[in-house]
Every structure is written in C-alpha cells, then in structure tokens.
C-alpha cells in the first residue's frame, strides 16, 4: 500500500516552497513522523514528516525544486509491503532490463535520486550546511557519524582541522570549484557560486521594499546602562535560581518598549491604504540570528509579560533559531521589532523598518565613555548608542525623539518598569 506525502500548509499566505534537500532516499527505512525532506520557505526551514512508517518511494521533485503547498511530493511504502517497496532500489543498477511491466514507474524512480544518492551520500541540516560552505568543504568526502550517516557539527569541524593540517589534499576540491561555474576569470583564481535560499531571497526582497515604500528617517540617542547592569548583577543569580533562565538586556529593553509604544501609540501601528491601523497591544518581533538569516519571531502581547516571561520567549526562540525549529506562525504578526546588533560589536546603525511595521528599535554594544555628570564632574560610564529607524509617513520626528527618550528614561531609572511611569 503507497502512502502519499504532500506539503504541508506552511501558514497565512504562504503557497510555496523550495525542497531544501531529502533526508531520506528511495529504498530507505523510515519511521513514523520521522524527517524526510526540509522544505524552505520566505520564513524558516520546515522539516516534513512522514504520516506513516514503510520505506522511502518516490520522490516526485529533486532538491532545489519549488513545490506547491498541498503537492504531491513523495509516495511511501506501507510497512507491510515493505518486501515490494525494496525492489525498486534493486533495478536501478540494471537499468537495461527493459521487459519491466512499467517502463514509466522505473524511468520516474530514478529522476529524482541524484539530488539525494550522487555525489553527496549525506543529509545537511541547516546549521551543517553552513559550516560546510564556511569552511569551503565537500561534504561528500567526509563521513557522518550521525543518523542513518548524517553529518553532525563535530564531523565538519573535524574535517575542517584536518584540511588546515594537510594543505595538499585540501586543494583537491578546487579544480571542482573552479569548473563549476564557467565564467572568465584570471587564472588561479577560484570561484563559486552558491544558490540563494528561499529565506535569504524574501529578506533581500523584504529590506529592498522598505526602502522603496517607506519614508525612512533614523533619530539616535544614547542611554546609560549603569542602573541596569547594577540590577542585573545584584539579582541575575537569584532571577537564575528562581525562573531557571538568566536575567539579560533585552527584557529590560522589551519592557521599555512596550512602556514606550504606549505613550507614543503612532511608533506602533502602521499604515494600510489610506488608513493608519493603531495596535492597543505589543507584538514586539525579535530580530535573531539564524544559519539562513535574520528572522524575526514575535513576543506576543509583551506588555502582559514578566521579566522572566520575556526572558524565556527569547531564549526559547534563539536556541530554536539555530536548530531551524521555528515555527511559521510565530513569524507572523508583530507591530514594533527591536534588533541587537550590539551582541555582534556594532558600535550604531541605521536599522531597516520590517515591513508593514512602522519603527525599529536598535540596539548597541556598551563602552565606557567619559560623560559629563550634572555637577560638571566627568565621568566614565558605560553608555549605549540606541537608533530609532522609522516611517516618517505617519510618525513624526517630534514623536520618534519622544519614544528614543522614553526608553532612555526607563533604562536609566528601572524603577519606571515597575511603576508604570
């Protein structure tokens, strides 16, 4: 008994995907609800499972193909007839036995292997692929120690010290490198060129649209992190204790904000037609770091949460980030985003707006600069640089200072987190 397999719903207005790459080949044992291909999407890397146990059938696109949601994409062999499911990787090597009873069925079996069987035996996660193309590897010589043979962070790595240990095989693959592409070029000088994922295209087309829509303007300020790094450095050990997740910058940040959007309701809505939509709640998207990209995942009505609520949701949503386990719908929505550049040594930035949102909030690395103190005394306080790039279509400049100095004033006065002032 065959078992179709079909994409999936991918979430609010999202019709296609691009197979990243099949975790299973033809003739493979598999589990129920185990991964058999990673689907890419204009958001994350979807992994999809399997209905049923059996054997790996069909594969009806190869690796790179752009599929429809709700499109047939692989058969899978019931369990019980696993016996008639595992002959088909049999003929494959025969493939002049031309007196089979279905010529078609054995011509479309074989199609799709090369994505997956030549070349690269190995399947690749996200977080794997780019350690490979990093370290500039074939991941087809080296051996996975992983899963039905996967290669793990530890194989590449590995294979990455020995290429530096012995220069002289690591120059093999460049002869394949440089044939790849057959572009003119001066001699010994090694090319490649590499697909764009589905996810860096959408952000590509993303930022390049904001440009192109909004009126953007960027206000700064800056903010002295004295009273909360005080804060965190006297409570962070009990927050720890208490809530199991450490107390960082960004709840202190996220509180701000929503503290902010409420004075300031214009900075979180946006604009539809020739209407402007105003949100009487927070739905502060995240800016985190992803192998593909930047996503941006959403703390839902962040003015109800606590400290460690916020903590736990931003936490929860880079470790899932990094593994590609986000899910679609908690990239949906958000009505302000705030971005940490400072995590990667950004001293400023001009932050590009998430469309159709109205503001960004960015934020920087703190350094000890000398400040002059209201009794003309200098000192060396660690300060922070904070940019607010906005749509000057529906806020005003008066309205951004405003907000930039609502954060400022909470962060260097917590208090005002507690008391709502």
């Known amino acids: 008994m065959s078992i179709e397999v079909k994409v999936p719903v991918l979430g609010e207005s999202i019709s296609e995907a691009t197979i990243g790459e099949w975790l299973k080949k033809p003739g493979d044992a598999v589990a129920a609800d185990e991964a058999i291909a990673s689907l890419e999407t204009d958001k994350v890397a ?15 696109y ?48 074989p199609a799709p292997a090369p994505s997956v069987s030549s070349g690269e035996p190995v399947s690749l996660s996200p977080a794997v692929r780019r350690l490979v193309l990093e370290h500039g590897l074939d991941p087809t010589g080296i051996r996975g120690t992983g899963k039905d043979g996967r290669l793990t ?43 764009m994922t589905r996810i860096r295209q959408t952000i590509a087309k993303r930022l390049k649209s904001a440009q192109d829509t909004a009126a953007m303007l960027t206000t700064f300020n800056d903010v002295d992190m ?60 995240v800016a985190v770091s992803a192998p593909n990209g930047l996503v941006v995942p959403v703390i839902r009505n962040a003015e109800t949460l606590s400290f460690a609520g916020i903590e736990k949701t931003i936490a929860d949503f880079g470790k899932r980030a990094k593994d590609g386990t986000l899910k679609m719908d908690e990239m949906m929505g958000g009505t302000f985003t705030i971005s940490n550049g400072g995590v990667f040594g950004s001293l400023m930035s001009t932050p590009i707006i998430n469309p159709p949102q109205s503001a960004v909030l960015g934020l920087h690395r703190i350094d000890q600069r000398p400040v002059v103190m209201p009794n003309g005394e200098i000192k060396a306080r660690p300060m922070m640089y904070l940019a607010l790039s906005y749509d000057h279509r529906l806020i005003d400049g008066r309205e951004a200072v405003t907000f930039l100095v609502r954060i400022k004033e909470a962060i260097e006065d917590p208090t005002r987190l507690l008391i709502d002032l």
Do not use: W
């Not at 058969?75 to 003929?91: D, K, L, Q, R």
């Open 226 to 285: 004295t009273a909360v790094i005080e804060a965190r450095n006297k409570y962070k050990d009990l927050f720890e204790k208490k809530h199991g997740i450490r107390l960082g910058f960004m709840g202190f940040f996220a509180k701000a904000a929503c503290l902010a959007l409420k004075d300031v309701p214009s900075v979180n809505a946006q604009i539809e037609g020739d209407e402007i939509v105003y949100h009487n709640y927070a739905d502060i998207s």
């Open 62 to 109: 190869a690796a790179g193909d752009t599929v429809q949601v709700g499109a047939l994409l692989a058969m899978i062999e019931a369990a019980g007839s696993a016996a008639a499911a595992s002959p088909p990787a049999t003929p494959a090597p025969a493939p002049a036995a031309a007196p089979a009873p279905a010529p078609a069925a054995a011509k479309a079996d």
């Open 153 to 195: 962070k530890e194989d590449v790595l590995a294979a990455a010290e020995s290429a530096k240990a012995a220069p002289a095989p690591a120059a093999a693959p460049a002869p394949v490198a440089a044939s790849a592409p057959a572009v003119s070029g001066a001699a010994g000088r090694d090319t490649e060129r590499v697909r």
């Open 46 to 60: 979807v992994e999809v499972p399997a209905p049923s146990a059996g054997v790996m059938g069909q594969q009806m």
